[in-house]
């Protein structure tokens, strides 16, 4: 859910819509620095002055798709998909939402002249659709009609008739809608996961039961091409986000330009985790916890999970069941249904000491022709007893196994666009400050993400630099460092520096090209060292042409 609009506003905390760690999906009690790049990409401000007061209706969840109108098509930032159509020279200067944009689209009522979006499956996790609206003429006509079994709104002169299926599910609003006229409305239309809500500025104005049918079409400012009925006016900043109930969100307050976090993931029928089969020589026979269930869900928020396999309560007494050894679990969402996964967690229970216990996730739409959909590693993870930490240990907890119980999120996420892995050498391109490293800067490029096999420098509290490289980001960088201590790492994204300091992984959501990474240990003056790099969920690996980085074997 998306931070409150104004109040008390804290960066720990324990309540949902205060609290800036739990929006990131952190402890409450977790170590975080409003400088941080991860604080300042929610908040907006790359850079400068920063207060809490910035994070006001700031929200993690990441858009499907997300279009400015600003005389632009395309989505506002890489990873979306689509591209809005018949609107490609409806454009207008006159009007404008925020004051930094130069254009809008215009819509003049015509069929031709319609927003039409990529089309998407409603998640039953909730979703969120939300637009800016200028408009000079719309009695008798649509708002929006995702399709004859799908949402709608019909604007009259005395009221706006919302359906969350156009043939029943019918709430009406009385209003004289020609208030409206001739000024900026923000519209959100979102399913909590019980009811589909209409939100006009702020203010809740009808609510259907149940979710939406899926769309046979996603249309803006009019019907259908055989009984068109087109609204008059002009339309900014057109968001959905699928996957992670947001809640009804304050009035936006700056542009999408400024920061929307665009991730789109297509749904498929069958999942399937495999575990690896790796030998560590910590704790020899690697697996996953002793796991009451494992679930995967599709955004990295706990509450969004589905279970794929259960195999005992949830009581921290019961013996659970191991996996390891290309062991492997399969999910069936049902006949005609679909599930965008993106991360996974193990409820683990019993004396469930674990480490490095490498797995990866695919799909498939038949069941027979298999894709890999993400790679990670499972760590001992921070836990609160409402969700993990983060994907590796957290700041304070041990680097040793150590028994826990409860759901732990493992560390890998989905891939997202094209793997930067183009047959390089990454581990040429760092450089150290002083000496040398006594374990090789190639380990951290491997393949593998675990302490066994890593980059350590033979003297304490040393930089170490990549440089000439130019990598696409489309949505994160994750620096994995040393994981007993917390280090300093930098990233430079698009031209400007961002710093993570106060965590045993640096992760920087900042889509641009990487040019240069920065290390340097915490330690207590301890050594420098380097795990590995994770660009949009691919791990960067010495001499890899079109892989994904991760060696599951």
Not at 252 to 275: C, E, M, V
Not at 286 to 304: L, Q, R
Not at 528 to 537: A, H
């Amino acid at each position: 859910m998306a931070l409150a609009g104004s109040g008390t506003m804290s960066i720990g905390g324990s309540t949902s819509g205060r609290s800036i760690n739990l929006e990131l999906g952190r402890s409450a009690t977790a170590t975080s620095s409003l400088n941080e790049s991860a604080l300042r990409t929610l908040a907006g401000e790359a850079s400068g002055a920063i207060s809490l007061s910035d994070f006001y209706g700031a929200s993690s969840a990441f858009a499907e798709f997300a279009f400015s109108g600003n005389n632009t098509s395309a989505v506002v930032t890489g990873g979306g998909s689509g591209t809005i159509s018949n609107a490609g020279d409806s454009y207008s200067t006159n009007k404008r939402a925020f004051p930094n944009y130069t254009h809008s689209i215009l819509t003049s009522g015509d069929w031709a002249d319609r927003i039409e979006l990529p089309s998407f499956t409603p998640s039953s996790s909730g979703w969120s659709f939300e637009f800016w609206v200028y408009p000079t003429e719309w009695a008798g006509k649509y708002l929006l009609h995702f399709g004859n079994g799908s949402l709608s709104i019909n604007v009259q002169g005395g009221e706006f008739r919302f359906y969350n299926n156009f043939s029943s599910g019918q709430q009406n609003y009385s209003a004289t809608t020609s208030n409206y006229l001739n000024q900026w409305n923000f519209f959100q239309i979102y399913y909590d996961t019980s009811n589909t809500k209409l939100v006009i500025n702020g203010i809740e104005r009808a609510s259907v039961s149940g979710n939406i049918s899926n769309p046979s079409q996603v249309v803006l400012a009019n019907k259908v091409s055989s009984d068109p009925f087109g609204v008059v006016g002009y339309f900014q900043d057109i968001a959905l986000y699928n996957g992670v109930n947001r809640g009804q969100v304050p009035i936006p307050t700056s542009p999408f330009d400024q920061g929307t976090r665009i991730r789109s993931f297509s749904g498929h029928r069958y999942w399937k985790l495999i575990a690896g089969n790796k030998a560590d020589t910590y704790n020899p026979g690697d697996h996953f916890p002793n796991a009451a269930n494992f679930s995967m869900a599709e955004s990295p928020n706990f509450t969004d999970r589905t279970i794929i396999v259960n195999y005992t309560n949830e009581n921290c007494s019961d013996s659970g069941t191991i996996i390891n050894d290309d062991a492997s679990v399969t999910y069936d969402a049902g006949s005609g249904n679909t599930k965008a996964f993106t991360h996974l967690w193990v409820y683990s229970v019993f004396n469930s000491s674990y480490r490095y216990q490498g797995y990866r996730v695919q799909y498939s739409d038949n069941n027979s022709d298999w894709t890999d959909a993400w790679g990670g590693v499972a760590h001992n993870l921070g836990f609160d007893g409402l969700r993990a930490e983060s994907s590796w240990p957290a700041s304070g907890s041990g680097p040793g196994p150590t028994p826990k119980c409860g759901n732990l999120q493992c560390g890998g996420e989905r891939f997202i666009g094209s793997t930067p892995n183009d047959g390089t050498q990454w581990s040429s391109k760092w450089a150290i400050a002083s000496g040398s490293f006594d374990q090789s800067i190639a380990n951290a490029f491997n393949g593998e993400l675990r302490s066994d096999t890593r980059a350590r420098t033979s003297g304490n509290s040393v930089l170490i630099t990549m440089s000439n490289i130019s990598i696409t980001v489309t949505s994160y960088v994750e620096v994995f460092s040393e994981n007993a201590y917390n280090s300093t790492v930098t990233a430079t994204i698009g031209g400007t520096t961002y710093t993570s300091s106060d965590r045993h992984n640096a992760r920087f959501e900042i889509a641009g090209t990487l040019t240069q990474l920065t290390v340097i240990t915490q330690g207590g003056g301890g050594r420098t060292y380097l795990e590995g790099v994770v660009v949009d969920g691919y791990l960067l690996k010495d001499n890899a042409n079109g892989e994904t980085g991760w060696d599951y074997t």
